[in-house]
C-alpha cells in the first residue's frame, strides 16, 4: 500500500495522527509497522532516518521500500499494537540537527567547487561528525579557511534555500553541481540561492541562516582524494562548550589565564621532558644498585639461580635491574613484581634453554608464559601462584 510522504512538510515536535494499515513481522527482535501517511523520513541520500515514536512505540529505523515507508519498532512494541489510529511524534531536535547538517553540506561542497575547482565524491552525516570527499588528493589549509570564510558569509547572507521539483520543472535547465540518479520518475533539486544547485532527497533548511554556523575540523588523505571533516548548527555550540571547559580545566591548572593556556602547556611539557631525563639517570642507579646487590649473592656461576620479588616494584623497574645484574656474572636471575603479579627471567648466556628450565613449572601452577634460549617471562592470575613458583626456585641448581 502506497504510503503518503508528508515529511518534507511536516517539522513540528506536535503529534500527529495516522493509520496503522499493516503490521509485518521482519525478525524475531523486529517488527515493521506500515502507516497510511508517514511524517518520518526513511534513510537515504546520505543521511540518516528519522527517529521518533509511533503510539508510545520507539522508533528504530525508517525505510522505504518501493511506494511503502517501513516504521521500525521492537517487537515487543509491536504485538502491543494493532491496525487502526495512532499518535506519531517525531523527535524534532534529531530531525533539525540532520536538517542543519545536510543544507550546511551542500552548501560547503558548492562552495568547494567554486572556489577550488573540486567536487565532492560521497558525503556521510554521521551522529557526532560530518564527512565529504573531494576528488583532490590534497586541500590546503590556506583554501579550507578561504571556504570556511565564504561559507559562514553566506550563511550569514541568509540565502533562501528553494526546492525544485523535475517533473514539473525542467531539470536541464539547472547547473547541477552532481549528475541526477537515473531512472527516476521524479527528481527534487535543492537550489542555494547563488551558491548551489544539487539533486538530493533529503531534507533541508529553509534559509542558510537557519544553518547558524560551520565548522571544518580537518582534512586528510582518502582514497587518493581529500576528506574533509565539518560540524554544523548546534553541534558548533556542543563543541565549543567542550572545548571551553577543557581550555577553563587546563587554565585553573596551569595557574595562566585563559588566552595563554598554549604556551603554558608547551612550558610544562618543557619541563616534564626535563625531569623525565633526570627521573631516568636516578633510575638508572637504582637499578645498577639494586643489581650489584643481587649480584653479590650469587657465585656467579651458569648454574646459580637468584630468585627474588618485589612488593613495590613494577615490571618496568625489574627489567631495568635484570638487564643490568646479567652483566654481572652468568647466574640466573628471575625477578618477580607482586603488584603486576609478572616475572621474568634474565641471563646472559643466549644459548641456555629457559623454556625447558622454567616452562613445566610454570604451567603446574596456571600461569602463562613462555620463552626459548636466553629469554623467559611470565605472569599469573593472583599473587600466592606466583609466590609458589618463586618459593619453588629456592636455591634450586639447574641440570
Do not use: W
Amino acid at each position: 500500500m502506497k504510503t503518503d510522504k508528508l515529511y518534507y512538510e511536516y517539522f513540528s515536535a506536535n503529534p500527529y495522527n495516522a493509520e496503522i494499515t499493516e503490521i509485518r513481522r521482519t525478525g524475531e527482535q523486529e517488527a515493521a509497522l506500515v502507516l497510511d501517511r508517514s511524517i518520518f523520513y526513511p534513510e537515504g541520500g546520505g543521511q540518516s532516518a528519522d527517529r521518533g515514536s509511533i503510539q508510545g512505540a520507539a522508533l528504530l529505523d525508517v525505510r522505504e521500500e518501493g511506494e511503502e515507508i517501513l516504521h521500525i519498532v521492537s517487537a515487543k512494541d509491536a504485538r502491543r499494537l494493532k491496525p487502526g489510529p495512532v499518535e506519531c511524534l517525531l523527535d524534532l531536535r534529531r530531525r533539525r540537527d540532520y536538517t542543519v547538517c545536510h543544507t550546511a553540506q551542500h552548501l560547503l561542497s558548492g562552495t568547494i567547487l567554486r572556489i577550488a575547482g573540486k567536487a565532492t565524491v560521497s558525503m556521510r552525516l554521521g551522529e557526532e561528525i560530518c564527512t565529504i570527499d573531494v576528488d583532490s588528493p590534497v586541500l590546503s589549509e590556506e583554501t579550507l579557511l578561504a571556504v570556511e570564510d565564504a561559507v559562514m558569509d553566506a550563511i550569514e547572507e541568509n540565502h533562501s534555500v528553494i526546492i525544485h521539483l523535475c517533473p514539473p520543472e525542467d531539470i536541464s535547465r539547472f547547473p547541477l553541481r552532481k549528475a541526477p540518479p537515473e531512472g527516476e520518475d521524479a527528481i527534487r533539486v535543492v537550489e542555494i540561492e547563488g551558491n548551489d544547485f544539487s539533486p538530493c532527497c533529503g531534507t533541508h533548511c529553509a534559509s542558510t541562516g537557519q544553518i547558524g554556523m560551520l565548522r571544518i575540523l580537518g582534512a586528510e588523505k582518502y582514497k587518493g582524494m581529500t576528506r574533509v571533516s565539518f560540524i554544523a548548527g548546534r553541534r558548533c555550540l556542543k563543541e565549543s562548550r567542550l572545548l571551553r571547559k577543557n581550555a577553563l580545566t587546563v587554565s585553573r591548572a596551569f595557574k595562566a589565564p585563559l588566552h595563554e593556556t598554549g604556551e603554558a602547556a608547551l612550558i610544562q611539557l618543557e619541563k616534564n621532558a626535563r625531569l623525565e631525563k633526570r627521573l631516568g639517570k636516578l633510575e638508572e642507579i637504582v637499578a645498577e644498585n639494586e643489581a650489584v646487590l643481587l649480584a653479590a649473592g650469587a657465585d656467579g656461576s651458569d648454574t646459580a639461580i637468584i630468585a627474588k620479588s618485589y612488593d613495590d616494584k613494577s615490571m618496568e623497574e625489574l627489567l631495568r635491574i635484570g638487564n643490568a645484574a646479567r652483566q654481572k656474572n652468568r647466574s640466573l636471575y628471575v625477578l618477580a613484581s607482586k603488584t603486576d603479579l609478572k616475572f621474568a627471567v634474565f641471563t646472559r648466556d643466549a644459548g641456555k634453554d629457559l623454556n625447558a628450565l622454567f616452562g613445566k613449572k610454570l604451567e603446574s601452577l596456571d600461569g602463562r608464559g613462555g620463552g626459548g634460549n636466553g629469554f623467559f617471562h611470565g605472569f599469573f592470575k593472583d599473587v600466592s601462584n606466583l609466590a609458589a613458583f618463586m618459593d619453588s626456585l629456592g636455591e634450586r641448581k639447574t641440570e
